[in-house]
């Protein structure tokens, strides 16, 4: 079988976004911490901003494995896998992205865009439990 363009795509980003997930992930283990020390921040609120770049970085990556499982499943048209695949890279930007920003901006208000995120994540995942139902045998 034949990898359509969607599919081609959708591992493209799956890829990229994985690696960057990587790259984000590394830095958190080794220069966040340095650099929230030399901001004006409390130890405090340094050790909270850790724990929510780290929380960004691991659904980060779980959902990049996602998109490369739903590259890589037949599971039906590739108008569904599109959908399903932009509400997961939605969750990624909103959910992920708002947590990067809100611990180098320390802009704690850019956390009430993280739900939308998780949002998405959980309409992508409702989305990708109907393929089952609509695929024919």
């Known amino acids: 079988m ?6 081609k ?8 976004s994985g690696a960057l997930a990587i790259l984000l992930g590394a830095y958190s283990a080794h220069g966040l911490e340095n650099y929230l020390a030399s901001t004006d921040i409390t130890p405090e609120t ?12 691991r659904y ?7 998109l490369l499982c739903l590259a890589a499943l037949p599971l039906g048209k590739d108008r569904a896998k599109r959908k399903a695949s932009w509400l997961f890279v939605l969750g990624l ?5 708002s947590l990067y920003l809100l611990v180098f901006l320390n802009l704690p208000i ?13 309409a992508g995942w409702i989305y990708l439990s109907t393929f089952g139902l609509k695929t024919k045998e």
């Open 93 to 97: 930007l909103l959910f992920s992205g």
């Open 110 to 122: 850019l956390g009430a865009i993280t739900p939308l995120g998780g949002l998405s994540w959980i």
């Open 46 to 57: 340094q050790t909270r901003r850790l724990a929510q770049f780290e929380t960004g970085v």
């Open 60 to 66: 980060h990556l779980f959902h990049s494995l996602v």
């Open 9 to 16: 795509k959708i591992t493209l980003v799956a890829g990229l």
């Open 2 to 7: 034949k990898d359509s363009t969607i599919q």
